[in-house]
């Protein structure tokens, strides 16, 4: 019995000081710990060329359906949906690539937002491949 006193005495004086779980909950200016300041930061914009990335293709888009989409606003050279190896799917994404730039210029303005077999697409201007890092064992590419 006496332990149950010592041990409300304690509880009550925790809640009489703020120290409480409502206390604890309703306010954060309190908070130990540092919370991450996330800042996301946008790629600059590529750089036009004739070469596109279209992204949020359907599974069911193929390479040939890309190419008729894209066809009605200039020359396609090449047309590629990036696929799963293993089951064959789309992977919701593809390259297109025209004669000249004005051409994808209009490709971009003509398809960006537009929906291709069901789903909303986007076109933008494709980037370059970053170069692979370079490991400390490894010759640099071209020596040997």
Not at 12 to 18: E, F, H, N, Y
Request: hydrophobic residues 40%; positive net charge.
């Amino acid at each position: 019995m006496a332990m149950r006193a010592a041990a409300a005495v304690a509880i009550s004086a925790d809640i009489q000081m703020g120290r409480g779980l409502r206390a604890l909950c309703s306010s954060f200016s309190s908070f130990p710990f540092n919370l991450p300041q996330t800042k996301v930061e946008k790629p600059p914009p590529a750089e036009p060329s004739t070469n596109l990335f279209v992204s949020g293709l359907s599974k069911r888009t193929t390479s040939e359906g890309l190419r008729d989409a894209f066809a009605k606003f200039g020359e396609v050279v090449h047309a590629k949906v990036v696929t799963d190896r293993v089951s064959g799917y789309s992977k919701g994404y593809g390259f297109v690539k025209y004669a000249t730039i004005e051409q994808a210029e209009a490709g971009i303005k003509g398809m960006d937002g537009q929906f291709l077999d069901g789903w909303v697409i986007f076109a933008e201007y494709a980037r370059p491949r970053p170069p692979p890092p370079s490991f400390n064992n490894a010759p640099a590419q071209g020596q040997l």
